[in-house]
């Protein structure tokens, strides 16, 4: 014979609330980034159709892991002496994320220019100082005509970058400076060792001198020559360069942009 026991009221209660949980979980993370997306518009046509699927791979993953938006874009039209600054966040304020990193590569003829900004989270974490490393890290591949390569340096970098935050891009965590804290470290107490390995000096200036019964008998002095400095008078330097960066009116971190 079997015996069927009824469950008592508080675990049946548990057992369907955690199915409930379990059901509602991939409708939650859907909603936490509705509105965040990778957006790659290539209206300068450099990239292929298998390239833009790989660059969407890797934007995929900073959204993923940050909850932030990546924008790569290209135009034919945008040039260095255009208001490209003002173009990016036209670009950008037509989506509704506010968390982006975008990538704005401008094509015209004799003035291509290729310029990052951050947004939200990433203006933090993409700093005007991050934007300018990465651009000089895209620089050869640009000037190259490689223009997935530097796309791809652009991605991975800026995965990096938003994984770690900028105090730590200070000079006391780079491992060539750790490095060299501890070989000093290590060098002064060998260093030390030897010196007091060695045997000591036990004569000195009164060794071999009778203090009491010396004296100096005379002396004379003799000039030689005299020495003339002459100090040149200061110039008025009243001019003054400077340089401009393109960039509009909204907040968000910037690289300046670079020409190629």
């Known amino acids: 014979m079997v015996i069927y026991r009824k469950q008592p009221g508080y675990i049946k209660f548990l057992k369907y609330t955690f199915i409930f949980l379990i059901t509602l979980i991939p409708f939650l993370t859907a909603y936490k980034t509705a509105d965040a997306e990778t957006i790659i518009q290539d209206d300068a046509e450099i990239i292929s159709s298998g390239e833009e699927k790989k660059l969407q791979d890797l934007c995929d993953k900073i959204l993923k892991d940050y909850d932030t938006s990546v924008y790569i874009w290209t135009d034919n039209d945008i040039s260095g002496g255009s208001n490209y600054g003002y173009a990016m966040e036209m670009f950008v304020a037509t ?56 796309m791809q340096v652009f991605c991975k970098e800026s995965r990096t970058y938003m994984g770690r935050h900028p105090r730590l891009d200070s000079i006391i965590f780079s491992p060539v400076f750790q490095f060299v804290i501890c070989l000093i470290a290590g060098i002064i107490p060998v260093a030390v060792i030897a010196y ?65």
């Not at 401008?106 to 947004?119: A, N, T």
């Open 95 to 150: 989506h509704p994320q506010k968390n982006v990193i975008i990538l704005m590569v401008g094509m015209h003829p004799g003035d291509r220019i290729y310029e990052i900004q951050g947004y939200g989270i990433a203006q933090e974490m993409i700093n005007n100082k991050r934007c300018g490393k990465i651009l000089d890290k895209m620089h050869d591949d640009m000037v190259d005509g490689n223009y997935y390569s530097a």
């Open 196 to 260: 007091n390995s060695g045997g000591r000096t036990t004569t000195n200036s009164h060794t071999y001198l009778d203090v009491n019964n010396s004296k100096v008998i005379g002396s004379f002095d003799k000039y030689t020559h005299t020495t003339v400095k002459r100090t040149p008078k200061p110039h008025d330097n009243s001019t003054s360069g400077g340089g401009s960066s393109g960039g509009g009116g909204g907040s968000h971190s910037s690289g300046g942009g670079r020409s190629f």
